[in-house]
């Protein structure tokens, strides 16, 4: 997705969606630091095109044969930079904020632990907890998860769409995960598409960290891959039919949804993100999870 389209919705969804305009303008300044940040990322190069195809179609990710290099010292600056924006605009509590500024980034992350950062991002997030301890956290774990991540972003965002970008006849398949294809995290969320002659549309997922888009069985669980269309069912508001709730009864997980028909237009994944974020606690309500139990054994 383009700085265009994505500045496009953010003006649509402010005039049609006023009560959102506030948590827009703070992700519009959180998108534009991560523009900035994305300067400082190397320009790497993926591995060829039918070398990715062969790792897909036998499971592996593409960062599982190369990853771009992220540079310390910038991501250091990087954490900063969203830790800072964080605490002084996104309304979080003050003793939080306090918690934020007074985080020292350059003694918590080490060079080596960027440099392992692509082989485990959770297990680089919780390394960095555990350094700061409960009490001089300040912040919860999921606060230290988002910056993280937002900060990451950055640097492998160009690198997975250069990946995917030569594999325009791959079927996809032989991929058939809700796992991304470039770095392994879960989809946050999907769009379904006009498909052509493909009824229904097709259904695309998009991951929260690296950006990546990739096509998705319509009638299938993201999160555990059960495809009996008796087990999974859409949620929805009749007044916003355009977001919706893809859900299963198999793995209780979940995954939401636009529809671009409905909403009339191309959508940014990004924004959508923010646009459905009510959807969670409707969710929650029925007793789902955004990853779901995994009690089937099937979990992608």
């Not at 049609?16 to 523009?35: G, H, I, N, V």
């Not at 070398?51 to 960062?63: K, P, Y």
């Not at 003050?94 to 991002?121: C, P």
């Not at 636009?258 to 993100?273: C, R």
Request: glycine fraction near 8%; proline fraction near 6%; include cysteine.
């Amino acid at each position: 997705m383009t700085p265009s389209l994505r500045s496009k919705s953010i003006q649509r969804y402010s005039e049609t969606r006023p009560d959102m305009a506030p948590t827009l303008a703070f992700f519009e300044k959180l998108w534009s630091l991560q523009d900035s940040i994305a300067e400082q990322a190397s320009d790497w190069e993926p591995p060829a095109a039918e070398e990715i195809e062969t790792a897909l179609s036998s499971g592996r990710i593409v960062f599982a044969i190369s990853t771009p290099p992220v540079p310390a010292e910038g991501f250091r600056g990087a954490l900063r930079s969203v830790a800072d924006l964080l605490s002084e605009e996104g309304g979080i509590p003050l003793e939080q904020a306090d918690a934020l500024k007074a985080a020292d980034f350059d003694t918590l992350v080490t060079d080596e632990m960027v440099a392992d950062l692509l082989k485990g991002v959770d297990a680089f997030i919780s390394a960095m907890y555990d350094k700061l301890g409960d009490i001089e956290s300040g912040a919860p774990l999921t606060t230290y998860s988002f910056i993280v991540t937002t900060a990451l972003t950055p640097f492998i965002v160009a690198g997975a769409t250069k990946s995917l970008k030569p594999l325009k006849r791959f079927d996809w398949t032989r991929w058939s995960s809700g796992l991304c294809p470039v770095c392994g995290t879960p989809a946050s969320s999907g769009r379904v598409v006009d498909g052509g002659d493909l009824q229904g549309g097709l259904r695309m997922l998009s991951c929260p960290l690296c950006r990546a888009e990739w096509a998705f069985n319509r009638l299938q669980c993201a999160r555990c891959g059960e495809r009996s269309h008796v087990k999974l069912e859409y949620l929805l508001d009749e007044q916003d039919p355009g977001h919706r709730i893809h859900t299963c009864k198999t793995c209780n997980g979940y995954i939401k949804t636009s529809f671009e028909k409905e909403l009339g237009f191309t959508v940014d994944p990004a924004v959508e993100e923010v646009i459905m974020l009510a959807l969670d606690a409707v969710a929650a309500q029925r007793g789902l999870t955004p990853l779901g139990d995994d009690e089937s054994g099937t979990a992608n």
